[in-house]
């Protein structure tokens, strides 16, 4: 892929400083998830949310119309600086991120083209998608999802709804949870010793009880409109 002379100039024009184009740059070379014209959306993106800073911190997200009522919304921030999501290590949440880091995110969310991928870099690629979407539920970053931890993102999700009373969603929530680390030791290669009981969902099952279930539709995420983002300023 290639800058044409043209885009470049126009783009330089645009974002007016050698930083932001640096970082353009930087954003194009490091990514192949993304063409040209879809970084230089997210670039206006990315800037729209920093209030044109080098970097986005977690209260730059205040401001997102579209996220304010998304019940798991302050999982959603969260992932944004979640050292693992970011490729940063094993635990831990960055402080501010780049507009690469930005991207390196954003590329959780973008759907497969599958058509394009052999089987092998699309199961790649889906295995990426459902480690993003185990960290949100995995806490504490010990690599299991524990009933407790379920049982919270249940909660969160149920807890959208105001009509609905606190003493029935935390009953509703931990019925699926048992359920969902039922089902999830049921898919288990790893035999329990006698009387030992299943701990937490594993990454590897839980990417067996999400076999054959189309996911991508929930990892869209509206928020990433450029309405939404304009709105924000
Ligand atoms: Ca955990």
Redesign the pocket.
């Known amino acids: 892929m290639g800058v044409s002379q043209s885009s470049e100039e126009e783009w330089k024009r645009e974002s007016r400083t050698d930083f932001w184009w640096g970082q353009m740059q930087e954003g194009f070379r490091n990514q192949s998830d993304f063409n040209w014209d879809q970084i230089k959306q997210l670039h206006q993106r990315f800037r729209l949310l920093s209030g044109d800073q080098p970097t986005i911190r977690p209260e730059n997200f205040d401001n997102v119309l579209d996220l304010e009522f998304n019940p798991i919304r302050s999982r959603i921030v969260r992932a944004f600086f979640d050292n693992r999501n970011l490729g940063k290590g094993t635990s831990g949440l960055a402080e501010e991120i780049s507009f690469e880091d930005f991207l390196t995110i954003i590329a959780y969310f973008k759907p497969l083209r599958s058509s394009h991928l052999s089987k092998d870099e699309a199961e790649t690629h889906r295995r990426e998608k459902m480690r993003f979407l185990f960290h949100l539920y995995?806490?504490?970053?010990?690599?299991?999802?524990?009933l407790q931890?379920y049982r919270r993102v249940v909660e969160d999700l149920l807890s959208a709804n105001p009509q609905v009373e606190s003493t029935w969603v935390r009953s509703i929530a931990n019925s699926i949870a048992y359920r969902a680390l039922k089902e999830a030791a049921r898919a288990s290669d790893q035999p329990l010793e006698e009387g030992e009981q299943y701990q937490?969902i594993t990454f590897e099952d839980f990417v067996k009880t999400w076999q054959g279930i189309d996911f991508e539709v929930k990892m869209q995420v509206s928020f990433l409109n450029l309405e939404a983002m304009a709105l924000c300023q």
């Open positions: 995995d806490e504490d970053c010990d690599g299991l999802i524990t931890e937490g």
